[in-house]
Every structure is written in structure tokens, then in C-alpha cells.
Nanobody
Framework: QVKFVESGGGSVQAGGSLRLSCSASGYTGDCMGWFRQAPGKEREGVAVIWTGGDGTPWYGNSVKGRFKISKDNAEHTVILQMNSLKTEDTASYYC???????????????????WGQGTSITVYS
């Protein structure tokens, strides 16, 4: 059983920044990521990182160049730094832990079995 602890959500003006953190205790795999879902919209992959070593993170097209995913020193903890936020980034953001996210490109977030409770991000103009 994986237990997720997510933090860092909130509201920010467009152009601002937010930082999300996620720890997944009980997880034994080596891949973590974030997806988001806005009301009435489909799940959208945000970023994925291989936590078992070095590698190039994957980013969704809509966040490339603005968001950065990184590994924390703590085991199975990832950080999502979100800069230059736009109103269209408003959504609930979910941390995911599933090795299959690092198997396919793009990652198949609809097929994962383990994710957190989500944290809400609101970007206002």
C-alpha cells in the first residue's frame, strides 16, 4: 500500500510560481510523476521522472519550459516547480507512482494504479 503526501497547492496570479512536493511511502518502484485534471476535462500528463538514477524527465507539451520535476534527497519524493503559471494551468494536480510511467513515451497516466489525493492549483488573471 502506497501512502502519498502531497503539499504546495494554492492560488497564484498568472505569471507567478508554485512548488508542489510529493512523497510516496511504501512505494518500491523507480518512476514518479504528476498529472492534472481540470473540471470537465480529461486527465493530462504533466511530468515524469526516473527516481532510480539519472535520466531525462518527460514533460507534457503544455508545460515544457515552465515546469521542472526533480528528485528530493528523501526517498521517493519528487518536487514540481511551476513557473510562469497561466490561467489554463488551473486544475487538481495528482502525484503518481508507477514504474510503467517510465516505460512508454508519452506516459500512459490512464493506466496507472497508484496516485495521491490531489492538490488544487488556481491561477487567476
Amino acid at each position: 500500500q502506497v501512502k502519498f503526501v502531497e503539499s504546495g497547492g494554492g492560488s497564484v496570479q498568472a505569471g507567478g510560481s508554485l512548488r508542489l512536493s510529493c512523497s510516496a511511502s511504501g512505494y518500491t518502484g523507480d518512476c514518479m510523476g504528476w498529472f492534472r485534471q481540470a473540471p470537465g476535462k480529461e486527465r493530462e500528463g504533466v511530468a515524469v521522472i526516473w527516481t532510480g538514477g539519472d535520466g531525462t524527465p518527460w514533460y507534457g507539451n503544455s508545460v515544457k519550459g515552465r515546469f521542472k520535476i526533480s528528485k528530493d534527497n528523501a526517498e521517493h519524493t519528487v518536487i514540481l516547480q511551476m513557473n510562469s503559471l497561466k490561467t489554463e494551468d488551473t486544475a487538481s494536480y495528482y502525484c503518481a507512482a508507477d514504474t510503467q510511467l517510465c516505460t512508454n513515451t508519452p506516459p500512459t497516466f490512464n493506466a496507472i494504479n497508484s496516485w495521491g489525493q490531489g492538490t488544487s492549483i488556481t491561477v487567476y488573471s
